[in-house]
């Protein structure tokens, strides 16, 4: 059993944490936690030991009834692999840390590229990562644009894409995120995500824009890819239906002339993964609209929607595999993974 720790137990770890906890070749050895806050009873329930981000909180949990089971350089010791799900930016300066304790460590899409050496993406890349000390796991974005894309360069071949990410302003526990009322463009452009995909896609043409939107329920891709040869819709669909962790889903359904409304936005389709029982009502999967793709000579648009807190659970344990040397090739981890989470 690879023994794995968590350090950083918000919205990614503790569901990375659950996803170790269900495989048969990996065990969560610990979670880091700064402060005794809520999400530490999540952490209790699931009987991890708790370990204090540093000597001085220790006090502070103790104070709450917690009992730590050290520092997070003793889980570092103690553990194979580290999976760094701190805030952005902030992870990377564990690095150091990381190597001390001889310790592999998966980091996530709030850290750079460049810093980190080998981003990751399960259908794209795997290879890249097998053996590796350090790798990172591409953002929700990036995930979601790469396992749709995929298929279709190596079906297709693309010329370009270019593709508007409409970014939920934060998940639904952050209540200080914004905009409330409004809508913010990202001016950067091309926005980062373009670049990001080219981690884990590395010939891929594409450009991105964003902006930000008042919700936090999933981010909706609006996306136009030229192609080398003329797309066919039902060809495209059905290379999707043979995507793992791609679901099609009908916005609307036909009764003879009427159009009745099923899954025409975000909302619908978190209530239905909630009514399908998916662990914490979380859509681990890229939802495409089936009836929101098109071909028009050599284009193809279509829309997908994110699951932005859990597309890349199911990656970082793909990554934990390919790392660690428990299997090579990268459709049987992503069938093994899939298995144990009750992806469809
Ligand atoms: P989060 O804020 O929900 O969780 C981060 C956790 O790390 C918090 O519990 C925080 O208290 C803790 N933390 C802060 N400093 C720490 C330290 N020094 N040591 C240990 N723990 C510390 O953040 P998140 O959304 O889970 O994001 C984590 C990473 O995953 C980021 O790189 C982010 O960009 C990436 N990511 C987030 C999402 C998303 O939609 N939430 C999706 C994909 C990737």
């Given at each position: 059993?690879?023994?794995?720790?968590?350090?950083?137990f918000?919205?990614?770890?503790?569901?990375?944490?659950?996803?170790?906890?269900?495989?048969?070749?990996?065990?969560?050895?610990?979670?880091?936690?700064?402060?005794?806050?809520?999400e530490?009873?999540?952490?209790?329930?699931?009987?991890?030991?708790?370990?204090?981000?540093?000597?001085?909180?220790?006090?502070?949990?103790?104070?709450?009834?917690?009992?730590?089971?050290?520092?997070?350089?003793?889980?570092?010791s103690?553990?194979?692999?580290?999976?760094?799900?701190?805030?952005?930016?902030?992870?990377?300066?564990?690095?150091?840390?990381?190597?001390?304790?001889?310790?592999?460590?998966?980091?996530?899409?709030?850290?750079?590229?460049?810093?980190?050496?080998?981003?990751?993406?399960?259908?794209?890349?795997?290879?890249?990562?097998?053996?590796?000390?350090?790798?990172?796991?591409?953002?929700?974005?990036?995930?979601?644009?790469?396992?749709?894309?995929?298929?279709?360069s190596?079906?297709?071949?693309?010329?370009?894409?270019?593709?508007?990410?409409?970014?939920?302003?934060?998940?639904?526990?952050?209540?200080?995120?914004?905009?409330?009322?409004?809508?913010?463009?990202?001016?950067?452009?091309?926005?980062?995500?373009?670049?990001?995909?080219?981690?884990?896609?590395?010939?891929?043409?594409?450009?991105?824009?964003?902006?930000?939107?008042?919700?936090?329920?999933?981010?909706?891709?609006?996306?136009?890819?030229?192609?080398?040869?003329?797309?066919?819709?039902?060809?495209?669909?059905?290379?999707?239906?043979?995507?793992?962790?791609?679901?099609?889903?009908?916005?609307?359904?036909?009764?003879?002339?009427?159009?009745?409304?099923?899954?025409?936005?975000t909302?619908?389709?978190?209530?239905?993964?909630?009514?399908?029982?998916?662990?914490?009502?979380?859509?681990?999967?890229?939802?495409?609209?089936?009836?929101?793709?098109?071909?028009?000579?050599?284009?193809?648009?279509?829309?997908?929607?994110?699951?932005?807190?859990?597309?890349?659970?199911?990656?970082?344990?793909?990554a934990?595999?390919?790392?660690?040397?428990?299997?090579?090739?990268?459709?049987?981890?992503?069938?093994?993974?899939?298995?144990?989470?009750g992806?469809?």
């Open positions: 059993m690879i023994k794995v720790g968590i350090n950083g918000g919205t990614i770890g503790k569901r990375v944490a659950e996803a170790v906890t269900l495989q048969d070749d990996m065990t969560v050895v610990g979670v880091v936690k700064t402060k005794p806050t809520y530490v009873q999540g952490a209790l329930s699931s009987d991890y030991a708790i370990f204090a981000s540093t000597s001085e909180k220790i006090p502070f949990f103790e104070k709450q009834g917690i009992e730590v089971s050290g520092v997070t350089e003793d889980l570092v103690m553990s194979d692999i580290i999976i760094d799900c701190t805030p952005g930016k902030l992870g990377v300066n564990n690095m150091e840390m990381y190597k001390n304790g001889n310790t592999k460590a998966i980091w996530q899409g709030g850290e750079k590229h460049a810093p980190i050496g080998v981003s990751f993406n399960a259908l794209t890349n795997y290879n890249d990562s097998i053996g590796k000390d350090f790798v990172r796991v591409v953002s929700c974005n990036t995930t979601g644009l790469a396992r749709t894309l995929h298929p279709i190596q079906n297709y071949g693309i010329d370009n894409v270019q593709a508007v990410m409409v970014r939920r302003s934060g998940d639904p526990k952050d209540s200080d995120r914004g905009p409330l009322n409004s809508i913010e463009p990202v001016l950067n452009v091309p926005s980062h995500h373009g670049p990001d995909v080219q981690t884990v896609i590395s010939d891929l043409n594409i450009q991105t824009m964003a902006v930000k939107v008042p919700t936090t329920i999933m981010h909706v891709h609006c996306i136009i890819a030229k192609l080398n040869k003329k797309p066919n819709v039902k060809d495209v669909l059905s290379l999707w239906e043979a995507t793992p962790r791609v679901n099609l889903l009908d916005g609307f359904l036909k009764n003879g002339e009427t159009e009745i409304r099923n899954l025409p936005g909302a619908e389709i978190m209530e239905l993964a909630r009514d399908l029982s998916y662990r914490r009502g979380d859509l681990n999967q890229i939802a495409v609209w089936r009836d929101g793709v098109h071909a028009l000579d050599d284009k193809l648009y279509y829309y997908q929607a994110i699951h932005q807190e859990s597309d890349v659970v199911p990656e970082n344990i793909d934990i595999r390919a790392m660690l040397n428990l299997e090579s090739n990268n459709m049987r981890s992503i069938q093994k993974t899939n298995k144990a989470l992806i469809t």
